[in-house]
Every structure is written in structure tokens, then in C-alpha cells.
């Protein structure tokens, strides 16, 4: 069962993931994609969750004995996901969106 409790476990992970991850990497996220500074934030944001999406089917699809790269858990994309649609979230309001 789902409870409220383990909603926030999941909830306090990923913020903290994306914590660690912010400050390893600053704020890749807001910034434009070195190689195509065109790009706007949401436009980049859409292609790294369809990469994202695409890994996630391949996953549901696959049987894990049959994967090569072993270490990209099912947990650890929907985690990505859910971070950047959270990130998609918080960035609301630039390029003139409102909340």
C-alpha cells in the first residue's frame, strides 16, 4: 500500500538527489546545452525527457538478463523523470511562463 509516509520518503530522496546533483554540477539545468545554446530551457528539458521515456521503455520491455548495461536500474530513471519534471517546476514562471 501507498501510504502518506512513503510518498514523502520518495518526495525527501529525490530533492535530495537533485541537491547532490546541483551542486556537482551547478545548474546545468537552467543553462542553455553547450552544443546547441538555441535551445531554450523547456526545449532542452523535453529532449532529455524523451531520452529519459525511451530508456524507460526499454527497460519495461527488456528482460534484465538480456540488458548489456546493467547499472541503469528502473528506480533510478523514474527518479530522473520525476526530477525533471520537479526541476520543469520549479523553473516556472522564465521565458514567460506563470506559476
Same mark, same amino acid.
Given at each position: ?38 535551445? =531554450? ?35 533510478? =530513471? ?22
Amino acid at each position: 500500500m501507498i501510504t502518506p509516509e512513503k510518498i514523502q520518503k520518495q518526495c525527501d530522496l529525490l530533492a535530495d538527489l537533485l541537491k547532490k546533483k546541483n551542486a556537482d554540477y551547478g545548474d546545468s539545468f537552467s543553462e542553455r546545452p553547450y552544443l546547441l545554446p538555441n535551445v =531554450t530551457t523547456n526545449t532542452s528539458a523535453y529532449i532529455r525527457l524523451s531520452d529519459k521515456f525511451k530508456r524507460l521503455r526499454t527497460l519495461l520491455n527488456s528482460e534484465e538478463q538480456d540488458r548489456r548495461v546493467l547499472d541503469e536500474s528502473l528506480e533510478d =530513471t523514474l527518479r530522473d523523470v520525476a526530477g525533471y519534471c520537479l526541476l520543469l517546476l520549479a523553473d516556472c514562471g522564465k521565458e514567460g511562463k506563470k506559476e
